[in-house]
């Protein structure tokens, strides 16, 4: 059974930086597209970065320029760098990864971290 754990999270000041990772396990063949996610308090859970396979990338309007994602392929690992934060980047940050595993081919969500950012 595949399952992704993140970590990363934490309570940081405007202008600080935290770097987010987001690993799958389980009997894995390929990852896809591999996605953040974020939900900030009373608000719907919206899309903040993605990357695909070959390395392209999209980026939420709002945080281009301040947020890099990237990937490391062989342990199957998704990363999202933060930079220049903003109380409005406050929210549980998701993970979404699009995996053919053993049994099946489908998108498997993460538990959640949260990123607290304070004024």
């Known amino acids: 059974q595949v399952q992704l754990v993140e970590s990363g999270g934490g309570l940081v000041q405007a202008g600080g930086s935290l770097r987010l990772s987001c690993v799958a396990s389980g009997r894995i063949f390929r990852i896809e597209t591999m996605e953040w996610y974020r939900q900030p308090p009373g608000k719907q859970r919206e899309l903040v970065a993605g990357?695909?396979?070959?390395?392209?990338?999209n980026y939420a309007d709002s945080v281009k320029g301040r947020f890099t994602i990237s990937r490391d392929n062989a342990k199957n690992t998704v990363f999202l760098q933060m930079n220049s934060l903003r109380p409005e980047d406050t929210a549980v940050y998701y993970c979404?990864?699009?995996?053919?595993?053993?049994?099946?081919?489908?998108?498997?969500w993460g538990q959640g971290t949260q990123v607290t950012v304070s004024s």
């Open positions: 979404k990864q699009r995996i053919a595993s053993e049994s099946a081919f489908g998108s498997y």
């Open positions: 990357i695909t396979s070959g390395g392209e990338t």
